[in-house]
């Protein structure tokens, strides 16, 4: 029995077209949008020039505007009068309903247009019955015009793109709709209106986007400088940081080997205090382990010269003399075996005259620089004071950089390493040109037991 071939498979459907209406949908949308731009303004009905720094630059609007009106009303109502033969009563009525509005200008010009736009309409329908209309401007007449053309440049200085194109094709439309119903087409002025028009929005409209685009860009750089002064903080204090983990390293160290060493440095301890030593050199071990651990995060992007033993006021003369070498007149006056300094404040005076000095190199070269550090048993006082820099060309320019490893954030450094000593810092001018940088360090009491002034472990070390 034959078998019956199966029937030929379907071709596959074919795409399928985009709808007819698809273009008119695109349309209706846009006039949707459009008439929405124009019916919404895009700005809030602050006055323009409203965040101008003088009291005269704000008033100037309202100054223009009330000029505008004081002229184009009796211009308008004598041109109506006397050139296209309106009565009074009605050449004052268009005159009021075509410029009186001129006043919202600086604040509502998005309203002002919907009240003159409709009459300049309702004036040119007027005209078109008036026998000295024959041979004067239709059916814009020349106030009329001048007037209009400040009224957009009004709307192009406040309102968006869309709202601006929706208003250039109404005054478009309202003019092509006037000229074909017009019979005295030999004084049409409706082209003449369609291209000063787009000229007026064009410029008004760019002038506002290069303004908008200053703004942002002013706003953006008040952004970065704060970025740029968070960023410095933050460096500077993650710089602190790893230079209080050595410190603290290095005394952990010395409890550690304290300890330790103990039992064999003092004779007859009980077993309660062997076992307490046992406990405190254990809990100090530990704690160097997580030490060690925190400190290799904190230098995963520091530089190997940051693994150097921290400086202190033992290197100030070493830098002062290299800044000498950089071509800067400096001198120190220092008493020699400084007691009593604890580390984080020999560290934070060396630091701090570091970044005087470079300070002094970058912004002031050639002045004579003094250096003083002293202490009255309180408090140690770092004082850097320079005089007025050199006249251009009078003092060679710095040759070598007064230490590469300083932070390089100047002020910013020194506030933080004062504030983490808990002292005082005075920066500023002086009356001869110069400048002053004053700290003020906290010591500890004289009676305070001292740590061994060991240089600080790192990583590495301990």
Do not use: C
């Not at 024959?134 to 200085?157: D, E, K, M």
């Not at 303004?211 to 204090?237: K, M, N």
């Not at 490893?405 to 002086?430: I, K, S």
């Amino acid at each position: 029995m034959p078998t019956s071939s199966p029937p030929p498979s379907s071709p596959p459907p074919a795409p399928p077209h985009p709808p007819a209406d698809g273009l008119l949908s695109a349309a209706r949308r846009n006039l949707r949008d459009t008439g929405h731009a124009l019916s919404h303004p895009s700005h809030p009905p602050t006055p323009l020039l409203a965040d101008a720094p003088k009291p005269w630059q704000r008033l100037l609007p309202y100054a223009v505007v009330l000029a505008l009106v004081a002229v184009f009303v009796p211009v308008t109502v004598t041109v109506l009068a006397d050139q296209y033969g309106l009565n009074g009563g009605t050449a004052g009525a268009l005159a009021i309903a075509q410029a009186a509005p001129l006043l919202m200008l600086a604040h509502r010009p998005l309203q002002a247009w919907w009240i003159i736009f409709p009459a300049q309409i309702l004036g040119a329908v007027v005209l078109l019955g008036q026998d000295g209309g024959q041979s004067n401007a239709w059916p814009w007449t020349p106030p009329g015009l001048v007037g209009y053309l400040f009224l957009l440049l009004a709307l192009a200085l406040r309102e968006r793109r869309q709202t601006l194109v929706g208003v250039w094709l109404a005054t478009g439309t309202a003019g092509l709709v006037l000229y074909l119903v017009s019979p005295h087409r030999g004084t049409d002025n409706s082209l003449l209106l369609v291209i000063l028009s787009a000229v007026v929005l064009v410029v008004g409209a760019t002038v506002r986007e290069r303004g908008d685009a200053q703004r942002r860009l002013a706003e953006q750089e008040t952004i970065s400088e704060a970025e740029r002064a968070q960023r410095t903080l933050l460096e500077e204090r993650t710089r602190i940081a790893r230079e209080l983990h050595d410190v603290v390293a290095h005394h952990m160290s010395v409890i550690t080997v304290q300890a330790d060493s103990a039992p064999y440095r003092l004779e007859g301890l009980s077993d309660e205090a062997l076992e307490e030593f046992g406990s405190i050199a254990a809990s100090a071990r530990e704690s160097l382990t997580e030490m060690r651990r925190l400190l290799v995060v904190l230098r995963s992007e520091g530089t190997e010269g940051e693994r150097a033993p921290q400086p202190g006021l033992d290197r100030v003369q070493q830098l002062v003399e290299a800044t000498v070498r950089a071509g800067l007149p400096a001198e120190l006056s220092m008493p020699a075996g400084l007691e009593g300094v604890p580390p984080a404040v020999d560290l934070s005076a060396y630091r701090i005259v570091q970044e005087a000095l470079a300070n002094v190199v970058r912004h002031a070269p050639g002045a004579r620089t003094r250096v003083s550090v002293s202490s009255d048993g309180a408090h140690l006082m770092v004082l850097v004071v320079n005089d007025a820099p050199e006249p251009t060309g009078s003092s060679p320019a710095p040759r070598t950089p007064v230490e590469t490893a300083g932070t390089g954030h100047g002020l910013v450094g020194m506030r933080e390493r004062v504030r983490l000593t808990g002292g005082t810092l005075d920066t500023g001018p002086l009356p001869d040109g110069g400048f002053r940088v004053a700290a003020r360090l906290p010591l500890p009491p004289a009676s305070a037991p001292a740590l061994p002034s060991a240089p600080p472990l790192h990583p590495e070390d301990s």
